[in-house]
């Protein structure tokens, strides 16, 4: 059954309604809730424990609805787009007053893992480094760092903010499904935000099913590609195969700069030889993932290869697998063929099942 709400530019009309019924129609026009009658099954249950897949339904929900902005306009999807691999296609995304956010939005497949199963440490306990210089790690405080922040979503109060999605008529039945109480509340916000992107697993590109015993799905060109990626170039060395290539722990600097004009992690704990580093950000589906680094410099993978093939700089903090045994900056000098087959290995990162599939797409429906 579908639920109606109606997003106004300036104002949000709420009328209490049954379902199939419309909303009064604002200057933004009508948006339709339109979730099935079953449900999507996003994690395996354990026990008989379904509330997994109901917290991940509804953070969803929360995760494309704009009324997390302070203005209604902006969602965590607005920069986190399912096509482009829970990334985003330009440099530096647009905030909710239609200001640049500071850094790269990164994609989010396998952001807790591959786990099939609902945990709620998966969310709540620590793990991988978080954003770009690594200032979390832990899943369900990264949530409210976007929606609290002044230039990206603008809501200073989240208790605010709980009230206010309190007021539209299909939240309290979905806190209730996933919580047992229809109560909205900032934890609950988070920890279900937290289940929906736990959810989004990357475990079916051509390289996944490559390691899952289907040797031969690999052409000529592709599998030189890995040949080369995991051994005369070491890319594996900071995108560890043995988590299939999707890498969130280190935080390193590969050399971008010789002078920092953003000093990533060094900033979070003012030690200076953390200046220039950031997190190793994860390859699942960065063929689609473009533009690439920290400040989306680069706008293709062959700009990336060429950045490690001359162009790694000698910076203050530039990590070691970047240098010679003599010291001097390792520059890798990628014959063009070579660099050709390293990207049609990347190019097998890709999952389409994931990008296309309908319970991790935007479940508010234009009318």
Request: aromatic residues 10%; glycine residues 6%; contains cysteine.
């Amino acid at each position: 059954m579908k639920k109606l709400l109606t997003i106004g530019a300036l104002a949000v009309i709420i009328f209490a309604a049954v379902s199939c019924h419309k909303n009064t129609v604002t200057p933004a026009g009508t948006v339709t809730l339109d979730l099935p009658a079953g449900d999507y099954h996003y994690f395996s249950t354990r026990f008989s424990d379904s509330s997994g897949n109901a917290r991940a339904t509804l953070g969803r929900v929360l995760f494309y609805d704009g009324h997390l902005s302070l203005n209604n306009t902006i969602s965590c999807a607005s920069c986190h787009k399912q096509s482009l691999g829970f990334a985003d296609n330009v440099a530096a995304s647009v905030g909710y007053a239609g200001r640049l956010t500071k850094r790269n939005s990164k994609g989010i497949l396998n952001i807790a893992g591959i786990d099939s199963f609902y945990r709620p440490e998966l969310v709540s306990n620590p793990g991988k480094a978080l954003f770009w210089d690594g200032r979390v790690n832990i899943l369900k405080s990264l949530v409210s760092r976007p929606i609290t922040n002044h230039v990206e979503m603008g809501i200073d109060d989240l208790d605010a903010l709980a009230a206010k999605l309190s007021a539209l008529s299909f939240y309290p039945p979905l806190f209730q499904k996933a919580y047992g109480s229809p109560e909205v509340t900032p934890a609950k916000i988070s920890e279900s935000i937290s289940a929906f992107m736990a959810a989004i697993r990357s475990n079916n590109s051509k390289f996944d099913q490559y390691l899952q015993n289907n040797p031969g799905i690999l052409n000529a060109q592709e599998y030189q590609g890995m040949v080369l990626f995991n051994t005369k170039y070491n890319c594996s060395g900071c995108h560890h195969p043995g988590t299939q290539l999707y890498t969130f722990s280190d935080i390193i600097d590969i050399g971008l700069d010789q002078t920092y004009s953003d000093i990533g992690a060094g900033a979070v704990n003012n030690i200076s030889s953390n200046d220039g580093k950031f997190v190793v950000p994860s390859l699942s589906n960065v063929a689609l993932t473009a533009p690439y680094m920290h400040d989306g410099r680069f706008k293709t993978l062959d700009e990336v290869l060429d950045h490690y093939s001359h162009g790694i700089k000698n910076s203050p903090n530039l990590d070691p697998i970047f240098l010679n045994a003599d010291s001097t900056t390792l520059q890798m000098n990628i014959p063009s063929q070579e660099k050709a087959a390293i990207i049609a290995f990347l190019n097998t990162l890709t999952d389409y099942t994931t990008i296309n599939d309908v319970k991790f797409s935007n479940p508010f429906k234009v009318k």
